[in-house]
């Protein structure tokens, strides 16, 4: 409530909740959480680390959120770390679910469309490591 409206709220991470919590605990707490930030019209980014949980808290998530983000990282051959992105759940809107490799360069996350060739940009607000 402190707050108010049009918040951008960030808790990362979920898993580590569960480290000290049962998944019913941490899942009520959750679906508390979101419908507070719902009812003041705020946005939320939950961040959570996959294959620690039950497929039914996952399951759970995605029931209650309005969209899933999904990033993975592979280590290439070339002993580089290649990322990707994907919009995987979106309520209310069509997209692709294609996974997108992306860059993080100068504070920015580029994203290039392999079947475009074209980069498709999106500023980031990071903190330089």
């Known amino acids: ?6 918040t951008f709220f960030i808790f990362d991470s979920v898993s580590s909740l569960l480290v000290y919590n049962a998944e019913n605990e941490v899942a009520r707490f959750l679906g508390v959480n979101m419908a507070r930030m719902k009812h003041a019209h705020n946005l939320g980014l939950w961040v959570v680390e ?10 759970m998530l995605r029931h209650k959120s309005d969209g899933v983000l999904e990033m993975k990282f592979e280590e290439s051959g070339r002993g580089t770390v290649e990322r990707y992105v994907r919009l995987h759940t979106l309520k209310k809107l069509k ?7 992306f860059e993080i360069q100068n504070g920015q996350l580029i994203f290039k469309d392999r079947e475009r060739e074209k980069d ?10």
């Open 95 to 101: 997209h692709e679910i294609m996974w997108k490799p």
């Open 1 to 6: 409530n402190e707050l108010g409206k049009g």
């Open 50 to 59: 996959e294959g620690i949980h039950s497929e039914s808290f996952y399951n």
């Open 120 to 129: 498709l940009y999106l500023t980031a607000y990071m903190k330089n490591s």
